[in-house]
């Protein structure tokens, strides 16, 4: 399986972004697709997530109303669009792929294949 995330860069606050990432390699029946940043000295955190099967959707409450994911199952594609930046969004983005359940979604532990990264960084 492999991941490519792209879509980073620089952008004001208040301003938007979309990323997206790609995913090949194996069918993507039962998994999910999840987005996760990190920022420097911090440890990987959640942001969204989605499921490819069925199309649930979880968010992180930092993410909640300003950011949306949604899948392109022709392209095998994923995507975040994310509104509002604020500084404290400036991250290293990573989409990620595993077979989650609920309660499991929002630990980056719980996925097996992660993509490569793009930053975004978000001045004041």
């Known amino acids: 399986v492999q991941l490519q995330a792209s879509g980073g860069g620089l952008v004001q606050a208040g301003g938007s972004l979309r990323l997206s990432c790609v995913v090949t390699g194996r069918t993507f029946s039962g998994r999910t697709i999840a987005w996760f940043r990190q920022a420097p000295g911090r440890e990987r955190a959640f942001v969204a997530a989605i499921r490819w099967s069925g199309g649930t959707i979880y968010y992180a409450d930092s993410a909640k109303g300003r950011f949306t994911i949604s899948r392109d199952n022709a392209k095998n594609t994923v995507y975040v669009q994310m509104n509002s930046l604020k500084p404290e969004d400036t991250a290293v983005y990573y989409c990620?792929?595993?077979?989650?359940?609920?309660?499991?979604?929002?630990?980056?532990?719980?996925?097996?294949?992660w993509g490569q990264g793009t930053l975004v960084t978000v001045s004041s």
């Open positions: 990620a792929t595993g077979n989650t359940i609920t309660s499991t979604t929002m630990r980056p532990q719980a996925y097996d294949y």
